[in-house]
């Protein structure tokens, strides 16, 4: 009978499960539970059970791994660094297109998602929708946290940013307004994010890093910790980071972005997710309506008749022509 040839997939895999058997044999270490609090790149930092954090590398075939994902993995010999083994199913995962289309994950096992907006230098409602349509697409609630509120004094500037979140209120997403600098609305914060696994998203220079400061009074220790593991000294977050909140619940800081697209979908699911389109989604006239330039379309005449705001409206058709791009 002739010898069965193993695929080159099989010998991958053959040899990967030799891998962890050799590092549970060499390291004579049993397998534990762990949470990953960064992924540096090569290198991940977990922390075991009982709060020490360990510097692992991973199995090749376990791909990448980010802030709140769930993983077994053994003690190496040298002190404080380990060898992950496996990474638990992940609840729910964030994830954003990156420069070169593949895809980058922004934070795992999250329940619910903080998109903070600047009111200045500007609110961007295009950023804000796509995160509500994010957080839909993995079923987890999201809040906006209105920051650096300490920069607007005149009322009419306040008119302008009621204006703009006017979609928002009536969608009935909770807005909390902050101020790091002025230590406003941090105690409204802090009771959205008891026992939960929150992430934070936004602009780059938003100010989820300084959030996090202020919600965390030890954390400066922490954040010099981490920069001198990773040899990064810039303020800008570079890695989502894990952080447990003396109040209970943890949160993820994530690396700002200039733009955030959700995974591609379907103009009907996307319809969806748009909850203030509901009421009218089925009275446009044609079952395939676009939206757009059709007769008897409800979605337009509701814009019209002030009853769906344009601006949602337009960052809907953003989205879909990005999707068909
Ligand atoms: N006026 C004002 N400025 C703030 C406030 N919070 C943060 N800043 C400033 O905004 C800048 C950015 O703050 P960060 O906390 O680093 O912002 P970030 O969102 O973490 O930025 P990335 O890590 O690049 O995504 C810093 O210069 C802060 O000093 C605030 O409440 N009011
Ligand atoms: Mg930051
Ligand atoms: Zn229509």
């Not at 376990?62 to 002190?79: C, I, M, S, T, Y």
């Not at 380990?82 to 964030?94: A, D, F, H």
């Not at 809040?143 to 008119?159: G, T």
């Not at 379907?266 to 395939?288: A, G, T």
């Amino acid at each position: 009978m002739a010898k069965r040839r193993l695929s080159d997939q099989q010998k991958r895999r053959l040899s990967e499960k030799r891998n962890v058997k050799l590092d549970q044999e060499n390291s004579g270490a049993e397998e534990k539970p762990g949470l990953v609090i960064t992924n540096f790149g090569k290198k991940v930092l977990i922390e075991s059970e009982d709060g020490t954090q360990y510097k692992c590398s991973i199995r090749q075939h376990l791909g990448k791994l980010v802030a709140g994902d769930r993983v077994f993995w053994h003690q190496d010999q040298e002190p404080f660094t380990g060898v992950i083994s496996q990474v638990l199913e992940r609840k729910t995962l964030l994830c954003r297109p990156g420069f070169r289309g593949e895809i980058r994950m922004i934070a795992a096992n999250i329940t619910q998602i903080g998109i903070v907006v600047p009111i200045l230098p500007g609110i961007h409602p295009d950023m804000i929708d796509r995160f509500l349509v994010a957080s839909e697409q993995i079923d987890i609630p999201s809040f906006i946290i209105l920051n650096k509120i300490d920069l607007v004094e005149e009322d009419d500037h306040w008119a302008a940013i009621e204006s703009i979140l006017e979609p928002y209120f009536e969608l009935k997403i909770p807005i909390i307004k902050t101020s790091s600098y002025k230590d406003h609305g941090l105690d409204e914060l802090q009771k959205m994010l008891i026992d939960q696994t929150s992430v934070f998203v936004g602009a780059s220079g938003a100010g989820k890093s300084s959030l996090i400061n202020s919600l965390i009074p030890d954390l400066e220790i922490r954040v010099g910790e981490l920069s001198e593991a990773t040899g990064l000294g810039s303020h800008t977050t570079s890695n989502s980071i894990l952080y447990h909140l003396p109040t209970g619940g943890d949160l993820i800081d994530s690396p700002g972005i200039r733009e955030f697209t959700p995974k591609p979908c379907s103009l009907s699911e996307l319809e969806q997710y748009y909850h203030d389109f509901e009421p009218f989604l089925e009275q446009c006239k044609f079952s395939n309506c676009s939206h757009t330039h059709e007769p008897g379309c409800a979605i337009t005449n509701a814009v019209e008749n002030g009853q769906i705001s344009a601006q949602r409206l337009d960052s809907f058709h953003r989205l879909v022509e990005e999707f068909q791009a």
